[in-house]
């Protein structure tokens, strides 16, 4: 198996990072905020981001997801410089990387399993971890075995790291940690020390949770003599709201999921920016080149960073409202076609979506709820929503009967118009002394079948003067 190249040079540009994803799953929103950090330093440094697939453990590397990788960072609007590279085409250089370690007595092949680890640290105290069993027992390559790096036995390895300042582990209390698994494969970390070499990486941007590697990769970097240094910044964990690390069995962290549910790339973006960062003015809206403009690595606060989802949907809605109004169509197609849309697929009309599209657009926060908002104009008679109904219908019964009568009668020869229709309407309500806002549910539920929609008199304008009182006088057989 051959490598496949490398960039190779280092001093253009001077700035050079890469996000390293494992297709081991889909892309979660931790993931996409360290791909996100990366490509801003990148790009407001002027340098490169690189694309690397960690997809060296093919027993649980699963190809299909490479894809889902690829188009959530597209949709994000990541773009990566040059060629992704796959480690799982750059064996070579792992085993070169390898014999080199073996050869140099820096590593050594170790045939103890793991209930053997176990069972001499329970006999010496409980002590966790490896105690360098096989370093001095000289054994060769065979079946089930792995290769170990020796760690030295005295000294520290330390670093600056941009976010959390100096940081140090003493090698004492490291163990002599696997490099190559029983099966051949290079770990993680040993291909991530060759790769970040033959790519020219000066800055590696990740989650704390890997902190505890990098002094794993800098002892290879060490022994492999690798020319230049690593700046590390360990981004804060991304924390639910009990402060728990998001977890995939306990929150929604799927990217693809928050794609589906409607939410916009940009609005995405902006909000995963503040996840950690904030701009010196305070302000949190703002377009992408503002937020590439002021980033700074140095600036990204340790502290936990809470996923607010009512904050991103937030987001979304400002980003929802500043589309242009054939931009919110266009972006709302993929959720009126659907197929689990109520209407039968001949029933939607776009021009007739595009006359309420504006009053649906000021009160969505997501494109995934669009199709609530108007389905009553698409359907041959309104879906009712119980609570509405209860709420409006039965416990308001003797104002609904009256509005409805009301409503009937005033509809039937005025001008249809949402400004006539309006006038029309809440006579009633000046009639009688009752707020507007009553007189207005019993209709809007009745025509909509919810009580909560686009503005009414809009709506009936749309509806058209006899599908309106078809419903009207249903919902009042009804009550």
Known sequence: MTSSPAPTDVSTPPTRVRFAPSPTGYLHIGGARTALFNWLFARQQGGEFLLRIEDTDAERSRPELI?????SLEWLGLDWDGTPVHQSQ?????REAIDTLLGAGRAYWCDCTPDAVKARAEARGGTPGYDGHCRDRGLGPGEGRVVRFAVPTDGTVAFDDVIRGAVSFENAHLEDFVIVRSNGTPMFHLANAVDDAAQGITHVIRGEDLINVTPKVLLLRDALDTPGSLTFAHLPLIVNEKRQKLSKRRDDVSVGDYIDRGYLSEAMVNYLATLGWGAPDGIEIRPLAEIVALFRLADVNKAGAFFDVKKLQHFNGEYIRDLSLPQFVSRSTRWLYAEDVPWAP???????FEVLA????ERVKLLSEVPGYVDFVFLPEP?????SWQKVMVKGRDLAVAVLAHAERVFADCPWTREDLEVVLFAYAEDHEVAKGKVQAPVRVAVTGRSVGPPLFESLEVLGRDETLTRIRAAAARV
């Open 383 to 387: 879906v009712i929503d119980d609570a």
């Open 67 to 71: 894809d889902v990788i690829f188009r």
């Open 346 to 352: 001949d029933a939607f009309d776009v021009a007739t």
């Open 358 to 361: 504006p009053l649906v657009q």
């Open 90 to 94: 750059r064996a070579d250089a792992y």
